[in-house]
C-alpha cells in the first residue's frame, strides 16, 4: 500500500494497542473482549467488537494459547478420505468441534506405511493441539505408535478396543445381527454374506455377528463370499451368487458391495427380491435410489463424531476418562427384501 506521500509502506495488522487507541479503551478491556470474558460492560463490548470489525483485528490465538494452555484445536489422523464412512465422521468431527469452541487440523494418510503412520503421529504430537483423534483400522495402530502421542489426550475411532485409549465405534455386531435376523424372520432358511477386507475390524465383526446369528436360530453358516468394499467386488460376488438357485438371502457388509451383488443378479435373471433378497450396511445416500430401494443399516457417523470429540474435550478441560457404549444401528426397510420364492413342486401341488 502507499502513503500519503505515495511511499510503498509493507502493510501491518492491526495489534491490540490500536483498537484499544481506537475505541478509546485500555488494552486490558479489549484483551477481555477478545477472549469473551462477561466482565465487560455491554455498550464498552459492543464498541470494542464494533473497531475490531472495522480494522480486521485478529487476536494473537499463539498469545492467547500460552496464557490459557489450549490452542482450541483438535488434531485427526484419518486415511481414505474417499471413502463414505470417513467422509461423514469428518464432517461430524467438524461440526462437532465448531460447537465445542475448536477447530480441526486435519493429517490424512494416502498410505498406510508404517513409517508414515509413525511419522504422522509424531508430527501431530508437535503441533499445536489440545488433543487427538486417530480414524484407523486396528492392525495399522501399533503400541509403539500410540505411545508416541501419550503425551497429549487421544480418542480413537473404529479401531477395536485392544488398546489402553479411549475409543467409540458403531455397534457393527449389533448391525450385522438385525441384517441377518430380518432376512431369517421373511421365511429364508440361510443368509450368505459378502465379506468386506479381511484386515477391517467392522468388516470382521459384521462378518463374525452373522455367523454366530445363523448358529444360535440353528441354521447353515454358508461359505464367505470375500469383496472390498467395492461395487466391483459385489458384482464378482454376485456373480458366483447368481449361479446357486439355493442362494435366497444376501447380507452385503456394505451398500456398494451390495449394489454390485443386485446387478448381477438382474443380469443372471435372478429377480431382486422375488427370486432373492439383499440387505446392505451403511445407508448412504443413494441406497434409497438403488433398482430396488435397498434394505441396508443405518449406521450413525454424527453420533459417533459427536461421542468422540465429547470425550476428547471431556478429557482435555476437565481431565476425565469418559468411557461410550458403541453407537447403536437402525434396520432400515427399503423394498430389496422380501419372503423366499416358493418351490416349484408347492406350486404344482405336489
Request: proline share 6%.
Amino acid at each position: 500500500m502507499t502513503d500519503r506521500t505515495g511511499e510503498s509502506r509493507v502493510w501491518r495488522a492491526p495489534s491490540i494497542i490500536d483498537v484499544a487507541r481506537e475505541a478509546g479503551v485500555s488494552a486490558q478491556t479489549v484483551s477481555r473482549v477478545a477472549n469473551g470474558m462477561d466482565i465487560v460492560r455491554p455498550v464498552t463490548r459492543d464498541r470494542v467488537l464494533a473497531v475490531m470489525d472495522r480494522m480486521g483485528y485478529r487476536p494473537n490465538s499463539a498469545g492467547r494459547a500460552l496464557k490459557s494452555g489450549r490452542f482450541r484445536t483438535l488434531g485427526v489422523i484419518m486415511s481414505e478420505l474417499s471413502s463414505y464412512g470417513n467422509t461423514r465422521t469428518l464432517e461430524g468431527f467438524a461440526t462437532a468441534a465448531s460447537r465445542s469452541g475448536y477447530s480441526l487440523a486435519l493429517t490424512p494418510l494416502w498410505t498406510i506405511a508404517q513409517a508414515g503412520l509413525t511419522g504422522a503421529l509424531t508430527r501431530m504430537a508437535d503441533q499445536p493441539v489440545d488433543g487427538l483423534i486417530v480414524v484407523l483400522e486396528e492392525h495399522e495402530l501399533l503400541e509403539s505408535d500410540l505411545v508416541r502421542v501419550a503425551k497429549i489426550p487421544t480418542v480413537v475411532v473404529t479401531a477395536g478396543r485392544k488398546h489402553p485409549y479411549l475409543a467409540i465405534d458403531t455397534d457393527q455386531a449389533q448391525g450385522a445381527r438385525l441384517a441377518t435376523e430380518h432376512l431369517l424372520s421373511l421365511g429364508h432358511q440361510t443368509v450368505w454374506h459378502i465379506r468386506g477386507p479381511e484386515n477391517s475390524h467392522g468388516a470382521r465383526d459384521r462378518a463374525q455377528s452373522w455367523a454366530d446369528t445363523l448358529r444360535a436360530h440353528g441354521r447353515v453358516v454358508p461359505p464367505i463370499v470375500p469383496g472390498d468394499w467395492s461395487a466391483a467386488s459385489g458384482y464378482a460376488a454376485g456373480r458366483r451368487l447368481a449361479a446357486d438357485p439355493s442362494v435366497t438371502a444376501v447380507f452385503a457388509s456394505n451398500d456398494g458391495m451390495a449394489l454390485g451383488a443386485m446387478r448381477a443378479f438382474h443380469e443372471a435373471g435372478r429377480d431382486v427380491p422375488g427370486s432373492v433378497s439383499v440387505v446392505g450396511f451403511d445407508d448412504m445416500e443413494l441406497s434409497a435410489d438403488f433398482q430396488p430401494p435397498l434394505t441396508t443399516v443405518h449406521q450413525y457417523f454424527d453420533r459417533v463424531a459427536v461421542a468422540a470429540v465429547g470425550m476428547l474435550v471431556d478429557r482435555i478441560e476437565h481431565n476425565r476418562h469418559t468411557v461410550a457404549d458403541p453407537v447403536p444401528t437402525e434396520l432400515i426397510l427399503r423394498a430389496s427384501t422380501a419372503p423366499p420364492p416358493v418351490p416349484r413342486a408347492a406350486l404344482a401341488g405336489i
